[in-house]
């Protein structure tokens, strides 16, 4: 699809060349996400990856640690509107702006889920220190092990 060729019908985008963009960036499997995961499973922890941490909630986590009830979300700075990096778009700033802000709610929602479900709900921005993530999330499994007196690996 070149710039000059026309958008399929009820394309959301606001170009040909903003459509082959926005379907290039990927929603799981970041760089972020993966340097995480591969510290916390240095560090002999394994969980699942990209799953619902409630069958009925049609949302997934980044990392989940189903026996000890932890799930783990690397939020992208654009799209879950980190107050230090969000920069609003410039193109189509309304649909753009509109999504942002539900993609917000929908986390909210899906966290108050989560602990209602007496889940633990850990989340981090893209931006943060990998190391300093891998730490927390491996010290909160590590607690919740010990609260539950379980030493399973998974």
């Not at 929603?27 to 941490?53: C, F, M, N």
């Not at 899906?110 to 007496?118: F, I, K, P, S, W």
Request: aromatic share 8%; net charge positive.
């Amino acid at each position: 699809m070149s710039e000059k060729e026309p958008l399929p019908p009820g394309s959301w985008a606001s170009s040909a060349g903003r459509r082959r963009n926005m379907q290039a960036i990927r929603s799981r499997d970041t760089q972020p996400e993966r340097l995480i995961r591969r510290l916390v499973h240095a560090q002999g922890l394994r969980y699942r990856v990209a799953a619902k941490p409630l069958p009925e909630l049609r949302r997934t986590a980044d990392m989940v640690f189903r026996p000890v009830k932890v799930a783990v979300f690397i939020d992208g700075c654009y799209w879950h509107g980190c107050p230090e990096h969000y920069v609003p778009p410039r193109t189509n700033p309304g649909y753009w702006s509109d999504k942002v802000a539900r993609n917000m709610t929908r986390d909210r929602d899906t966290d108050r889920r989560l602990l209602d479900a007496g889940w633990t709900v850990l989340r981090f921005w893209e931006h943060e220190s990998a190391d300093v993530c891998a730490a927390k999330i491996a010290a909160t499994v590590g607690q919740m092990r010990a609260v539950q007196g379980t030493s399973k690996v998974r």
